[in-house]
């Protein structure tokens, strides 16, 4: 929704292997939420070098994923100028990517009484900085 509403193309990352899309270029990375080792592809054809990059994702953990496809969009010779996430954890306080936003910070998760704290970000509260 997001390319849509920029009227923009959408590149969509994968995990692993592209299978049939041809030729493609991949990336190692560090998952946040697991510890283990993950890669990440897309077509050789997905990314001109040169591109300007939004990364939209649902959940920000410790920010794997996002240094993920901020190394893969470096192999593109494209950069990455913003990072968008509905949902970031709050702890880690340190995340693997330096600028993002978020809407929403999972403050925790009570499971004996099945409720999950959430708190507006900084950043939509307008105590971002700058």
Same mark, same amino acid.
């Given at each position: 929704?997001?390319?849509?509403?920029?009227?923009?193309?959408?590149?969509?990352?994968?995990?692993?292997?592209?299978g049939?899309?041809?030729?493609?270029?991949?990336?190692?990375?560090?998952?946040?939420?697991?510890?283990?080792?993950?890669?990440?592809?897309?077509p050789?054809?997905?990314?001109?070098?040169?591109?300007?990059?939004?990364?939209?994702?649902?959940?920000?953990r410790?920010?794997?994923?996002? $240094?993920? @496809?901020?190394? /893969?969009?470096? *192999?593109?010779?494209? %950069?990455?100028? +913003?990072?968008?996430? &509905?949902?970031?954890?709050?702890?880690?306080?340190?995340?693997?990517?330096? $600028?993002? @936003?978020?809407? /929403?910070?999972? *403050?925790?998760?009570? %499971?004996?009484? +099945?409720?999950?704290? &959430?708190?507006?970000?900084?950043?939509a509260?307008?105590?971002?900085?700058?």
């Amino acid at each position: 929704m997001t390319a849509r509403a920029f009227n923009v193309p959408l590149v969509t990352a994968r995990r692993g292997g592209m299978g049939t899309e041809g030729p493609s270029v991949g990336v190692n990375y560090v998952s946040g939420s697991s510890r283990t080792m993950q890669s990440m592809t897309l077509p050789l054809r997905a990314v001109p070098p040169g591109a300007r990059a939004l990364f939209i994702d649902d959940f920000l953990r410790g920010g794997g994923t996002a $240094r993920g @496809v901020h190394d /893969l969009m470096r *192999e593109f010779q494209a %950069e990455i100028v +913003g990072i968008g996430v &509905l949902l970031e954890a709050a702890e880690p306080k340190e995340k693997l990517v330096d $600028r993002h @936003v978020s809407l /929403l910070v999972l *403050e925790g998760i009570d %499971e004996a009484r +099945g409720a999950v704290h &959430l708190a507006p970000s900084r950043w939509a509260l307008g105590n971002a900085p700058r």
